[in-house]
Nanobody
Framework: VQLVESGGGSVQAGGSLRLSCAAS????????MGWFRQVPGKEREGVAR???????SCADSVKGRFTSSTDNAKKTLYLQMNSLVPEDTAMYYC????????????????WGQGTQVTVS
């Protein structure tokens, strides 16, 4: 399983970015995915997730500004980030796991390399 994030960069406060996470290697559509972000010295924070039924949701901390979506084949997960603020600066990671395994273990096993988002 491979996850490749893209779309990060530097943007001024109030701007927008769209992150993409392309997944490959899965042979089953029962795949759950998520977006996380982490700032050095702080705990990793869940930002958005894709559930096995194809529905997406965002954390309360970013609701109203961020939206998550996926293509029909659930091979790419997107994170549209609007009205960015400096506090959104972080490394953003994509994660994936088969949904039954995620429900059982409570953690993702596949992670991307991360994409940096910097808001000034």
């Amino acid at each position: 399983v491979q996850l490749v994030e893209s779309g990060g960069g530097s943007v001024q406060a109030g701007g927008s970015l769209r992150l993409s996470c392309a997944a490959s290697g899965y042979t089953d559509r029962s795949r759950c995915m998520g977006w996380f972000r982490q700032v050095p010295g702080k705990e990793r924070e869940g930002v958005a997730r894709l559930q096995g039924d194809g529905t997406t949701s965002c954390a309360d901390s970013v609701k109203g500004r961020f939206t998550s979506s996926t293509d029909n084949a659930k091979k790419t997960l997107y994170l549209q980030m609007n009205s960015l603020v400096p506090e959104d600066t972080a490394m953003y990671y994509c994660a994936a796991e088969y949904c039954p395994t995620l429900r059982l273990k409570g953690e993702y096993s596949a992670w991307g390399q991360g994409t940096q988002v910097t808001v000034s």
